[in-house]
T-cell receptor
Framework: NAGVMQNPRHLVRRRGQEARLRCSPVKGHSHVYWYRQLPEEGLKFMVY????????ESGMPKERFSAEFPKEGPSILRIQQVVRGDSAAYFC??????????????FGEGSRLTVL | DAKTTQPPSMDCAEGRAANLPCNHS???????VYWYRQIHSQGPQYIIH???NNETNEMASLIITEDRKSSTLILPHATLRDTAVYYC?????????????FGKGTRLSVIA
C-alpha cells in the first residue's frame, strides 16, 4: 500500500542544467499536484494534473517550468536552465478521482533541489 | 475558498493538550475546515476535517463553533514529535479536486 513516491529525494544541479523530478501517485489516484517550498517559506501551489491533462497551472512560472502526467508512468516536473532561485523542496500530492474525493491530499516526502 | 487566520506560533508542554485556534469568519455553508501539518523537512500530513459537527480521529479532535466562524484543533497529549507547522484550510464541498491553498500556519513547539 505505497504512498506517494518522489524521486530523486535530493538533486544537485549547476546553473543552466535541467532538473527532472518524478512523482508516482498513490495507486489508483488519477490527480497529481505539485507544490514548491522555498527555504523558510510556505507551500505554494504550482500545477494540478490529471492523466494526460493539465487542469490548473496558475502557480507555474511562465518560463522554464513544465509538468506532465502521462497515461503510463509517473508525473514529471521539469525545470530547464535552472537558476539558484529554483533551489527549493518540491512536493507532489495525489488524490483519487472526484467521486471518491474527500478533499484529502496525500503528499510525498519531497524532492530537494539545490542549484550551485 | 474562505480565508483563515492562525497565530504564527505556540508552545505546549509535553503531555499536555495542544489547542490550536483558527479563525474563518467568512466561511460559507458548504465549506469544510481541513487541518494539515508539516513536520520539519517532511511532506504535509492530513490530520482531520469537518463541516459543522465536532470530529475526532486517532490523531486529533476538531471543534467547530456553532456559527462555524472558528475552530480549534486539539492534540490531546502532545509529544515532542508533534512539533510542526499546523495549517488550517477552508475548502468548498464542491471544490472537487481543486488544489489546497496553504497559508502560513501555526508553528507549534512542544517542550519537554
Amino acid at each position: 500500500n505505497a504512498g506517494v513516491m518522489q524521486n530523486p529525494r535530493h538533486l544537485v544541479r549547476r546553473r543552466g542544467q535541467e532538473a527532472r523530478l518524478r512523482c508516482s501517485p498513490v495507486k489508483g489516484h488519477s490527480h497529481v499536484y505539485w507544490y514548491r517550498q522555498l527555504p523558510e517559506e510556505g507551500l505554494k501551489f504550482m500545477v494540478y494534473l490529471q492523466k494526460e491533462n493539465i487542469i490548473d497551472e496558475s502557480g507555474m512560472p511562465k518560463e522554464r517550468f513544465s509538468a506532465e502526467f502521462p497515461k503510463e508512468g509517473p508525473s514529471i516536473l521539469r525545470i530547464q536552465q535552472v537558476v539558484r532561485g529554483d533551489s527549493a523542496a518540491y512536493f507532489c500530492a495525489s488524490s483519487p478521482f472526484r467521486g471518491q474525493n474527500t478533499g484529502e491530499l496525500f503528499f510525498g516526502e519531497g524532492s530537494r533541489l539545490t542549484v550551485l | 475558498d474562505a480565508k483563515t487566520t492562525q497565530p504564527p506560533s505556540m508552545d505546549c508542554a509535553e503531555g499536555r493538550a495542544a489547542n490550536l485556534p483558527c479563525n474563518h469568519s467568512t466561511i460559507s455553508g458548504n465549506e469544510y475546515v481541513y487541518w494539515y501539518r508539516q513536520i520539519h523537512s517532511q511532506g504535509p500530513q492530513y490530520i482531520i476535517h469537518g463541516l459543522k459537527n465536532n470530529e475526532t480521529n486517532e490523531m486529533a479532535s476538531l471543534i467547530i463553533t456553532e456559527d462555524r466562524k472558528s475552530s480549534t484543533l486539539i492534540l490531546p497529549h502532545a509529544t515532542l514529535r508533534d512539533t510542526a507547522v499546523y495549517y488550517c484550510i477552508v475548502r468548498g464541498k464542491n471544490s472537487g479536486n481543486t488544489p489546497l491553498v496553504f497559508g502560513k500556519g501555526t508553528r507549534l513547539s512542544v517542550i519537554a
